[in-house]
């Protein structure tokens, strides 16, 4: 059974500051890893797909990177803004239509 | 376009009533997803649609739970006889089988369930 999980739980940081989110699952058998965020009270906003073929995603800010045999993951957000601050979740596609299966997230919050 | 709506945005039912929630998935999307994101559970998968195939029901926690998928476009996720374990914010996602990019997943907004 796939297992996700995302260090640190929550991070604190000043504007301005590079930032990296991690992600590891135990079951290298991916078809692709989705990274997430969710406001207080919203949905999840999907901020970057990787298939399992891919090494790494970059969506202005962020640059997400994929290791597959490691079973890691990472989410860099360069020049963190206090807009950033919300829960991000990374989700993990073990099948061939995408089932996800989620770490618990890391809460962000970028202080000015 | 128009995302994946959801309604209603919130529910509140007594203990031993039946719900239904209720998916819009956008335009063209082929796939449609139910999870569950609860504070001990975190987000978890419960079932899966794809077109007029069998849907994937591995995920649903109990046979109170069923969806049902009409016309492959909405989806109603129905909870008989709640119990207050089944208090948690019910997603919907959906997303394209083929073509780029594969199998991203775009998630509505959630309906908050609450049984008292």
Redesign the interface.
């Known amino acids: 059974k796939q297992e996700v999980t995302q260090i640190p739980a929550a991070l604190s940081v000043p504007e301005g500051e590079n930032l990296v989110l991690n992600c590891s699952f135990t079951d290298s058998a991916i ?2 890893l ?1 990274w ?1 965020r969710q406001d207080p009270g ?5 901020l970057l ?1 990787i ?1 399992s073929s891919q090494r790494e995603q970059t969506s202005g800010r962020l640059n997400a990177s994929l290791d597959k045999s490691s079973g890691r993951s990472t989410l860099y957000i360069a020049a963190s803004q206090p807009g950033d601050s919300a829960t991000y ?1 990374c ?1 993990v ?1 073990g099948t061939s ?9 890391t809460i962000l919050t970028v202080h000015p | 376009g128009a995302g ?1 709506s959801q309604s209603p945005s919130n529910k509140v039912t007594e203990k031993g009533k039946d719900v239904e929630l209720r998916c819009d998935p956008i335009s063209g999307h082929t ?1 449609l ?1 139910w ?1 569950r994101q609860s504070l001990g559970q ?4 419960l079932i ?1 649609f ?1 077109g007029n195939s069998a849907p ?1 029901k591995s ?1 649903l926690p109990s046979d109170r739970f069923s969806a049902e998928r009409t016309g492959g476009s909405v989806s109603t996720l129905t909870i008989q006889r709640t119990q207050q374990e089944d208090s948690a914010v019910y ?1 919907c ?1 959906s ?1 394209f ?1 083929s073509g780029a ?10 309906t908050r369930l609450t049984v008292t």
């Open positions: 078809y692709n989705q997430f919203k949905g999840l906003t999907s797909l298939q979740l989700a596609g239509y995408g089932k996800l299966t989620f770490g618990q997230g | 994946v796939a997803y999870y975190g987000l978890e998968f899966y794809q994937d995920g997603l996602a997303s089988q990019p594969s199998y991203e997943q775009y998630f509505g907004p959630g």
